[in-house]
């Protein structure tokens, strides 16, 4: 992604995160309904890198017949993830010192940082199925040694199941959980917490994982329009 792509996509991913009408999951994330988007090297190359924008996303639905509404609102929740992942990750290796992988799907790792560590970032929530036995959002947010190993076994299954160093971004709005994809577009925000983070990448805490190294950052939104993180 260049700057000027960033520049084109994120204005139109922040109103599309405050319509009312932008689909929640309509089914459980599965590889089958991955796979019929991306079966292919060359649909994936479309889904992943050359449906940027929500007009040829909506097109490349209809190109594949996509017209059941749970079957859409999974696709389009998905393209939309992905492409605010895509943007986090340009907001990291856009500073000095950052840098992509060469391959922009590789399973591995998207950014490596100054000092070598090397990690695949994932955008995420708090899962709503860890809020129990009196769990709440803010005992979460305090337990990252919790959230991190639920992370790492509960959403990366089939194809995703890989213990590789993560670097999780978890968005929530304190405000109303409804608002979780508008926390994910607080783009001028997380440019500047993830500088600050990439320039001093050799302070971050990293918890050990079956052998894989992570990291834990919250963005959340405590006021309307008022943000700000905690990194553990």
Known sequence: ???????????????????????NWGKV????????????RQDKDRFYNGTNTYD??????????????KD??????????NVCAKCDEF????????KSHE??????????FKNGLQMDI???VIPKKMMVNGKNDVYLINHPEEIIPWMYQNQSKGVRMRFQNRLFICHHSMVNENRINYVKCAWEYKERLFKNIADNIEKV?????????AALIFVIENEENKFNYKLL
């Open 122 to 124: 994932k955008s995420t």
């Open 1 to 23: 992604m260049t700057q000027e792509e960033f520049d084109s996509l994120a204005p139109k991913l922040k109103e599309l995160s405050l319509n009312k009408d932008f689909p």
């Open 103 to 112: 391959e922009s799907n590789n399973p591995f790792w998207d950014v490596e």
């Open 72 to 81: 859409v609102n999974y696709c389009t929740k998905r393209w939309f993830g």
């Open 91 to 98: 907001l990291f290796y856009k500073n000095d010192g950052v």
């Open 56 to 69: 040829s996303f909506l097109k490349l639905l209809d190109e594949k017949n996509i017209t059941d509404e």
């Open 205 to 213: 805490k990293l918890y050990d994982f079956n052998g894989a190294k």
């Open 29 to 40: 994330q599965n590889d089958k309904m991955d796979n019929l988007l991306t079966g292919t």
